[in-house]
T-cell receptor, first 111, second 114 residues
């Protein structure tokens, strides 16, 4: 089955700096890659996703890049703010309702 | 309505109890999911229902029994659980079955097994 690795497990940045989280996947048939943000005690919420026919997608301060050849994708957050502090999960799916999550990255943005 | 709701928010049960978790969505989604999330871990897929039929069972112990009475409702029946089953149980839904559509999560039920 699909195996998703996520790095780093923790990330601390100063407010205003950029944050980058990287994920690799094992199944070349995976074609959907969402990113979820989970605040303490809350549900995971989708922040951005990318499909395999696209190499990059941007939504305001958040961007995701996908390298299908290398089987890795990354989340980029620019101009970080304290409210960006949360756990971020990447995930990969082959489109069979079989989404697999990475282990998560705890992001702390220091004011 | 773009929300998935779950009840109860919290549940404490003994190992001999029988209880049920409920999930509801009114977005017309045809795929619904149960996930288990332990503290500081990612959600783990348990079951997937597509068009009210069980399509994926991730080798979950039989003490967890899912049920999909209709396209809006998803239940998880619990019986003879173990303390290690204590976790956050998340329900999710997506518009299509077998596709790559966004999964929307409910707020979860925090289960404690004594």
């Amino acid at each position: 089955g699909e195996n998703v690795e996520q790095h780093p497990s923790t990330l601390s940045v100063q407010e205003g700096d950029s944050a980058v989280i990287k994920c690799t996947y094992s199944d070349s048939a995976s074609n959907y890659f969402p990113w979820y943000k989970q605040e303490l005690g809350k549900r995971p919420q989708l922040i951005i996703d990318i499909r395999s026919n696209v190499g990059e997608k941007k939504d305001q301060r958040i961007a995701v890049t996908l390298n299908k050849t290398a089987k890795h994708f990354s989340l980029h957050i620019t101009e970080t703010q304290p409210e960006d502090s949360a756990v971020y999960f990447c995930a990969a799916s082959r489109g069979l309702n079989d989404m697999r999550f990475g282990a998560g990255t705890r992001l702390t943005v220091k004011p | 309505d773009t929300e998935v709701t779950q009840t109860p928010k919290h549940l404490v049960m003994g190992m001999t109890n029988k209880k049920s978790l409920k999930c509801e969505q009114h977005m017309g989604h045809r795929a619904m999911y149960w996930y288990k999330q332990k503290a500081k871990k990612p959600p783990e897929l348990m079951f997937v229902y597509s068009y009210e039929k069980l399509s994926i069972n991730e080798s979950v112990p039989s003490r967890f029994s899912p049920e999909c009475p209709n396209s809006s409702l998803l239940n998880l029946h619990l019986h003879a659980l173990q303390p290690e089953d204590s976790a956050l149980y998340l329900c999710a839904s997506s518009s299509r079955a077998g596709g790559t559509d966004t999964q929307y999560f409910g707020p979860g039920t925090r289960l404690t097994v004594l």
